[in-house]
């Protein structure tokens, strides 16, 4: 009868001992599996909330030449919203869409929003003649004026009209204001449909779309608000 105690007793020891490993190699698992989980859930809560973060305010639009009944320059005045992340303007995309065409406008740091609606062809000799001057920098140059059919018409420039207190060349930081500027493709007519989309590259993508007045005779022409 001890005899047969006994080996009971090994029994359910080795039971009990395997009980032990099994619990601690679930517990290990389960451990391994909640710190992954946790580690993706901060990795797509980062994402996320940048994402979200990145938030543009359109604060004004206009577009010239009007006094000849059709708009060539679009100006757009936006900022961050409260609370964005900077964004760098080479991650944001302009786009012009009209009646028959669509074209999109990246960044450049060599384009200026002042006097765009000119281009000149140089007096001397250069190795790239019929280049705007608010591009190529030629503002000392003799020149004399050109229409502006060689104007590159996919990119977009920008004039900081107001610098925040962390203001960097090329972001749009907290406080600031920036005024974008870029030459449609095309001459853009009265009462003709357009809408224009800022797109960063994370976030949402910001839009106004409406009609060209019936009638334009100013220079300048709101388009938004």
């Known amino acids: 009868m001890a005899e047969r105690k006994a080996e009971m007793g090994m029994g359910t020891l080795v039971i009990f001992i395997a009980l032990i490993l099994v619990a601690a190699v679930a517990a290990k698992v389960l451990i391994s599996t909640t710190g992954t989980l946790q580690s993706k859930a901060l990795t797509t809560g980062k994402a996320t ?7 543009l305010r359109i604060i004004d639009t206009y577009a010239e030449d009007g006094s000849d009944q059709q708009l060539d320059w679009v100006y757009q005045t936006i900022k961050l919203s409260s609370g964005s992340d900077e964004l760098r303007l080479s991650d944001m995309l302009m786009s ?28 001397e000799n250069t190795s790239s003649p019929n280049t705007p001057c608010e591009i190529a920098g030629c503002a000392d140059v003799n020149f004399t004026p050109l229409n502006d059919t060689y104007y590159n018409r996919t990119y977009f ?29 095309r001459h853009v007519n009265e009462s003709e449909k357009f809408k224009i989309t800022v797109i960063p590259m994370v976030g949402a993508a910001m839009s106004i779309e409406g009609k060209t007045p019936d009638l334009m005779t100013d220079k300048r022409i709101s388009l938004y608000p």
Request: net charge neutral; with cysteine.
């Open 96 to 123: 012009l869409n009209l009646d028959d065409s669509s074209t999109q406008y990246q960044y450049t740091s060599t384009a200026r929003c002042d006097n765009v609606s000119y281009t000149y062809n140089y007096t």
């Open 157 to 185: 420039g920008a004039k900081y009209q107001i610098t925040g207190t962390n203001n960097k060349s090329g972001y749009l930081t907290k406080g600031d204001v920036v005024q974008v500027c870029f030459k449609s493709s």
């Open 49 to 55: 909330s940048h994402e979200v973060g990145t938030s």
